[in-house]
């Protein structure tokens, strides 16, 4: 049941001297939703065009339903839906023309179920694509990469763009597609996003896959940057050996800190005073990065 | 229109190749126009005769009172292939390049179609496109030939257009061939702009520079016109030529596009 749908081994890519990715072994399995996490120019686009035979490696070997990724590309694009990271459509089509276009190229593909990811997404069909929003833009990618149905869903950043509550629906029809047993693979720069979306991660930075957990052990690991007001001037070791509390500093009533894993153990702490606001940060993955996964690096800093 | 790449191609451009078929069809109107005052005026034919070699090279004749005399002068001699070769670059230029430059390929790839199938579908649009400008090129200047009285045959009319469409579609290929290899189609365009109009001044030149004449036949542009297939009809080893050239350069096109990394 858990049988591979993408296996990487040692997948390489150096762009001249510069470094593209390297050494990547990556297996995702198959009906998971697995998310590929780093931040921007970390390699991931580079490792989707790799899977997709629009680049080729220069080491190292990418297999998609057991189908190699260079020799059999024609096969394994058939069977995948793709969204491109930085999107770019037919400017002077309209999105009923585009998508018209990509499904007879494709073939078998249901043009009601077209009509209805475009009214889950409200996408904007009948305009030229030049004159619509971003979003609209990358709705018009999604159903492109949805509308057949593939048993591979290899989205790159796909909620670039996407308003709050489209962003929603997307989620929904990422959950169906994994009910369904699809497979997806999805980049993202953002951390929440991929906790809420995905099953397994693979956190890639400068090029090399530097983590793959289980979502639920991200979420053990989360850092939260807490502002804390205060009605009136706290003790000064109010909040000092709160397990998980770090990077304490106060300035007169505000506590900065900073939260690994949950945060129970500060709010019970907390609740001996008068709090009048909790603000919390999401750090940047940048920050996640620098600070845990670099050599050397400890959350006792 | 919207069943393949190729039929997309020629939907993309349907509005930039009418608007070619009635600048053609304005120009060929309004030279062949000219054509009963020239046909009877001695004194433009006397100074013909002993035109300076300078005008040779832009007329290719100093025949310009018979109707083959005239078609090649004020046509077939410079303008149609020139304007015909524009066309085919221009197209070709923008076939693979254009959609990488754009960055509209990797969706299109995305699709399952292998780059050699999309790289003939698109050379089969460019193809499509210059045949059709080629025969608006044979209907006009036939039909307002027959419509001054001028006495041709209308076979061999035939005959040079096809020869004017296998230098365009060679010129052509060679633009496809540089976008395919570099993803430029600022590049495409200024080289094979530049070998063109290189052929075609060579070509010119050979014809009245006596030491250049052994350098002609390295020029594309006399294969295409050399014999004078309007008064002699096509030459089949000057076919097969054009039809090499543009052979290499698609087969040349295949092999590079296929190895490459696209750039996103």
Known sequence: MSSAVIVTEGLTKYYGKSRGVVDLDIEVREGEVFGFLGPNGAGKTTTIRLLLDLIRPTRGRAYLFGLDSRRDSLQVRRRCGHLPGELALYEKMSGA??????ANLRGGVSWS????????LDGELSAPIRSISRGNKQKIGLIQALMHQPELLILDEPTAGLDPLVQQEFYRIIASCRAEGRTVFVSSHNLPEVERLCDRVGIICEGRLVDLVEVASLKKRALRRLEVHFASPPPPDALRGVPGVVDLHADEVVVHCTVRGSMDL???????????????????????????????????E | MLSSVFLKGLRDRRVSLAWWAVGLLLFILMQIAFYPSMKDNKSIQEYMESAPDALVAFTGTT???SPVGYLNSQFYFLMFPILLTILAISIGSDALAGEEGRGTLDLLLSAPLTRGRL???????????????????????????????????????????FSLLLLALAFGALALLLGAATGSRGLAVGITAALGLGAYVLNSLAL????????????????????????????????LVLLAL??????????????RDLSA
């Open chain 1, 113 to 120: 179920y077209v009509e209805e990811l475009a009214e889950r």
């Open chain 2, 246 to 259: 543009t052979a290499v350069f698609l087969g040349g096109s295949l092999a590079l596009f296929r190895r």
């Open chain 1, 97 to 102: 023309d585009l998508l018209r276009f990509f």
């Open chain 1, 266 to 300: 500060l709010i019970k702490a907390l609740a001996r005073f008068e709090v009048v606001n909790i603000v919390s940060h999401e750090p940047s993955l940048e920050e996640v990065f620098l600070r845990y996964y670099e050599r050397g690096g400890s959350d006792a």
């Open chain 2, 63 to 65: 025949d310009i009172s």
């Open chain 2, 119 to 161: 790289l003939l579908e698109k050379y089969a649009t460019l193809a499509a496109a210059v045949a059709l400008e080629a025969l608006v090129i044979y209907a006009v200047t036939a039909l307002s030939a027959l419509a001054v009285g001028m006495d041709l045959d209308f076979l061999k009319l035939a005959e040079a257009t």
């Open chain 2, 208 to 239: 009245v520079v006596e030491g250049l004449k052994p350098w002609r036949r390295l020029s594309p542009v006399y294969y295409y016109g050399g014999n004078d297939p309007l008064a002699n009809g096509l030459k089949g080893s000057h076919v």
